[in-house]
């Protein structure tokens, strides 16, 4: 009786795998696409890019400027999107952002009444800064300066004659 069930049931999984061979050989290649699916995908996508500063100019801490309202340019490793910069200046001046079509991923600090001789800024830009991609910044940013006036060209003592 035993060997009967047993023969019964190794005969009925046969004939069920006959009948449903190709259902099964399909939902294994299935799993195996998706395997190398997701494979690929994680090798192409890596890691997503981050927004950060590239450059200030003229370059803190100090610069050396005759003019009063020099701007303070500020570019980033990709282009921005102007909408989304927000920024605060310490101690308190009137500013203008100012953006050039050629150069899309800075922007210029323009002051109206012009940075104090020897006084310190800080410039802090907000991590809502936001690439055109989308990436943006992982941080606020901070930016501290000083504008120096060069010095007084003295001319050297030299003594005149009258000559008659």
């Not at 050989?25 to 927004?51: D, R």
């Not at 309202?69 to 009137?94: C, H, M, R, V």
């Amino acid at each position: 009786m035993k060997n009967e069930r047993l023969s019964l049931f190794i005969e009925n999984g046969t004939t069920l795998l006959r009948r449903n061979w190709i259902l099964l050989l399909s939902a294994g290649l299935i799993g195996i696409l998706i395997a190398i699916l997701i494979t690929i995908k994680s090798i192409t996508s890596g890691p997503v890019p981050e927004l950060s500063l590239l450059s200030v100019n003229p370059s803190p801490p100090s610069f050396e400027s005759i003019w009063s309202t020099e701007l303070i340019t500020i570019s980033f490793t990709e282009p921005i999107n102007p909408k989304t910069l927000d920024y605060s200046i310490s101690p308190n001046i009137q500013t203008r952002p100012t953006f050039q079509a050629s150069a899309s991923n800075s922007f210029s600090v323009l002051p109206l009444s012009g940075w104090t001789e020897n006084q310190a800024y800080t410039i802090v830009i907000s991590k809502k800064l936001k690439a055109v991609s989308g990436t943006s910044l992982k941080k606020d940013i901070s930016i501290t300066f000083t504008r120096r006036a060069p010095e007084k060209l003295n001319a050297p003592n030299e003594s005149y004659e009258e000559i008659n």
